[in-house]
């Protein structure tokens, strides 16, 4: 169902990736990719660049959490070195929809908190 209503929301179709198998990790990658490779041609426009180097993470959970992660560690350790100039550019956002990322761990940290401070 929820896939059903992302899909109906504008431009998700045509612009977002789900991240539910390994082959979806592929094609991310491959798209990062094209991506970093298209803006380091030299008839890219700086415009055109902070474009393609824009990069959002939707979804404070696990999973959105550990691929932003892993998308920072890809910036730094590889492509940093392949596109040097291009960092600077890059940005990453994680979006959430709660006050704060994580929300099932931080519930559950926020409850055993509150057991051992009652137990004290």
Same mark, same amino acid.
Request: net charge neutral; with cysteine; charged share 20%.
């Given at each position: 169902?929820?896939?059903?209503?992302?899909?109906?929301?504008?431009?998700?179709?045509?612009?977002?990736?789900?991240?539910?198998?390994?082959?979806?990790?592929?094609?991310?990658?491959?798209?990062i990719? =094209?991506?970093?490779?298209?803006?380091?041609?030299?008839?890219?426009?700086?415009?055109?660049?902070?474009?393609?180097?824009?990069f959002? !993470? !939707? @979804? @404070? @959970?696990?999973?959105?959490?550990?691929?932003? @992660?892993?998308?920072? =560690?890809?910036?730094?350790? =590889?492509?940093?070195?392949?596109?040097?100039?291009?960092?600077?550019?890059?940005?990453?956002?994680?979006?959430?929809?709660?006050?704060?990322?994580?929300?099932?761990?931080?519930?559950?940290?926020?409850?055993?908190?509150l057991?051992?401070?009652?137990?004290?």
């Open positions: 169902m929820l896939a059903f209503l992302l899909c109906q929301t504008p431009g998700v179709v045509d612009h977002a990736y789900f991240l539910k198998e390994a082959k979806h990790a592929r094609i991310i990658r491959a798209k990719m =094209d991506h970093f490779e298209r803006a380091a041609s030299p008839t890219t426009s700086l415009a055109e660049k902070e474009g393609l180097l824009q959002v !993470v !939707v @979804g @404070g @959970g696990p999973t959105g959490v550990e691929f932003a @992660g892993e998308l920072i =560690d890809m910036l730094d350790n =590889d492509l940093s070195k392949q596109f040097p100039s291009l960092i600077p550019l890059v940005r990453v956002r994680l979006i959430q929809s709660a006050d704060h990322i994580l929300v099932r761990l931080h519930t559950w940290h926020t409850a055993a908190a057991l051992a401070q009652a137990a004290c």
